[in-house]
């Protein structure tokens, strides 16, 4: 199976702040990486797939970049409803692994 | 609008076993894959299993395989998961989550899950 790393684990940051969240895959994926946004007591939402095309109705503030096996997602003004955990899914085969999230919090 | 809604989770005693079912409406169910992921509590999401939009294939994590069966009723718009020989460590929230495509085991940038229900509570516990 192909592991998932994210980095950091959490983060502290403060409205406005532009920030950066990396996951790490044991191989190479290409492109072939979701991002999915968590809220507390709420399901996963997309929020971008194949590294970093936004699904429908997500802000722009949120992208996503790279290719291999280091992509990472930015948000390049963060809001308050942004404050949840991340969570990055590898589609190159199955089991479509997903990294240990990324808790995003508020200075 | 696209709705996923399940239900059958409960509290159930080490060994024995839970039905789980998800309800979907607002989309040709048969165009697509399913599956189920879980969320232990305060943790990270993990894969459960999937299944072709014809049932024709199937998979399942490691961790579930041999006690879990995964099936599906394209007339009923239903998924299933039928938990067997359940364990503590099964305990978890189950989504019922939607593929982009007909496959389970599809690999490509265009796969991933793009609805996903609220999930269901199963609590194995003695």
């Known amino acids: 199976d192909i592991q998932m790393t994210q980095s950091p684990s959490s983060l502290s940051a403060s409205v406005g702040d532009r920030v950066t969240i990396t996951c790490r895959a044991s191989?190479?994926?290409?492109?072939?990486l979701n991002w999915y946004q968590q809220k507390p007591g709420k399901a996963p939402k997309l929020l971008i797939y194949?590294?970093?095309s936004l699904q429908n109705g997500v802000p722009s503030r949120f992208s996503g970049s790279g290719s291999g096996t280091d992509i990472t997602l930015t948000i390049s003004s963060l809001q308050p409803e942004d404050f949840a955990t991340y969570y990055c899914?590898?589609?190159?085969?199955?089991?479509?692994?997903f990294g240990q999230g990324t808790k995003v919090e508020i200075k | 609008e696209v709705q996923l809604v399940e239900s059958g989770g409960g509290l159930v005693q080490p060994g024995r076993s839970l039905r789980l079912s998800c309800a979907a409406s607002?989309?040709?169910?048969?165009?697509?894959?399913m599956h189920w992921v879980r969320q232990a509590p305060g943790k990270g999401l993990e894969w459960v299993s999937g299944?072709?939009?014809?049932?024709?294939?199937?998979g399942y994590a490691d961790s579930v395989k041999g006690r879990f069966t995964i099936s599906r009723d394209n007339a009923k718009s239903s998924l299933y998961l039928q938990m067997d020989t359940l364990r503590a460590e099964d305990t978890a929230l189950y989504y019922c989550?939607?593929?982009?495509?007909?496959?389970?085991?599809?690999?490509?940038?265009?796969?991933?899950?793009?609805?996903w229900g609220q999930g269901t509570l199963v609590t194995v516990s003695s």
């Open positions: 989550a939607k593929d982009s495509g007909l496959y389970y085991d599809s690999g490509g940038p265009t796969y991933y899950f793009d609805y």
């Open positions: 191989q190479s994926i290409s492109n072939y």
């Open positions: 194949a590294a970093s």
């Open positions: 299944i072709s939009w014809n049932s024709g294939s199937i």
């Open positions: 899914q590898q589609s190159y085969n199955t089991p479509r692994t």
């Open positions: 607002g989309f040709t169910f048969d165009d697509y894959a």
